[in-house]
């Protein structure tokens, strides 16, 4: 079984600030990673995705991630925090292995950040 | 591209009455999803379609939900009888091609069982 573990409910960072929110999961294969952001009242948006190759991805908005396979970590990073980047956001994983033909993401329980100006 | 649409947006009911949601999904994916969001959790996948068949209905609770994507495009969850717990934000995805292809999602359904 697929599982996503983000260990903060929130994390509070200054403007201009770098950010980070952890993420690490558990897949019996190798793990297709996402980040989606939610803003309230609006559905999920895509962030940025790894599959294979760089383990640095970059995504919209300035947002990257780093894949670390030993560690099982994806964690999300921004060089300098926006307040409008205040938002809900959550990390989803899909293992590689087993039925292909089912695409469904397994989602983190999403870590809330707030930027303060 | 037009994004993923769903209605209504909110929707409030009295426990064991019935519901339904719509959802279109962007023209052209094959997969759909629906999702429920509980307050302060992750989504959870409740059914996966692809075109107009069933893929993934493993979490579903089929005693009390259905769902269909009769021509393949768009897709109605149902609820019948509703219950105390199944208030949360129901969340349609759509996909394309690859298996790593990112979903899109609607802005979701907020239902609220009294």
């Known amino acids: 079984a697929q599982s996503v573990a983000q260990p903060e409910d929130q994390v509070n960072v200054a403007e201009g600030n770098p950010l980070t929110v952890k993420c690490t999961y558990s897949?019996?294969?190798?793990?297709?990673l996402f980040w989606y952001v939610q803003y309230p009242n609006r559905g999920l948006q895509f962030l940025l995705k790894?599959?294979?190759?760089?383990?640095l991805v970059k995504g919209s908005y300035g947002f990257e991630a780093e894949f670390n396979k030993s560690q099982t970590s994806f964690h999300l990073k921004k060089p300098s925090a926006l307040v409008s980047d205040s938002a809900l956001y959550f990390c989803?994983?899909?293992?590689?292995?087993?039925?292909?033909?089912?695409?469904?993401?397994?989602f983190g329980s999403g870590t809330r950040l707030q930027v303060q100006p | 591209e037009a994004g993923v649409a769903q209605s209504p947006r909110y929707k409030i009911i009295e426990k064991r009455q019935s519901v339904a949601f719509w959802c279109n999904p962007i023209?052209?994916?094959?997969?759909l999803y629906w999702y429920q969001q509980i307050l302060g959790q992750g989504p959870k996948l409740l059914i996966q379609?692809?075109?107009?068949?069933?893929?993934?209905d493993s979490q579903l609770p089929k005693d009390r939900f259905s769902a269909e994507r009769l021509k393949g495009v768009d897709s109605t969850l149902k609820i019948q009888p509703a219950k105390l717990e199944d208030s949360a934000v129901y969340l349609c995805?759509?996909?394309?091609?690859?298996?790593?292809?990112?979903?899109?999602f609607g802005p979701g359904t907020r239902l609220t069982v009294l």
């Open positions: 995805a759509s996909s394309s091609g690859t298996t790593h292809n990112e979903q899109f």
């Open positions: 897949v019996s294969g190798n793990p297709y």
């Open positions: 790894y599959i294979t190759g760089d383990n």
């Open positions: 989803a994983v899909r293992d590689t292995r087993g039925d292909t033909g089912r695409r469904a993401l397994t």
């Open positions: 023209s052209g994916h094959a997969t």
């Open positions: 379609f692809q075109n107009n068949g069933v893929v993934d």
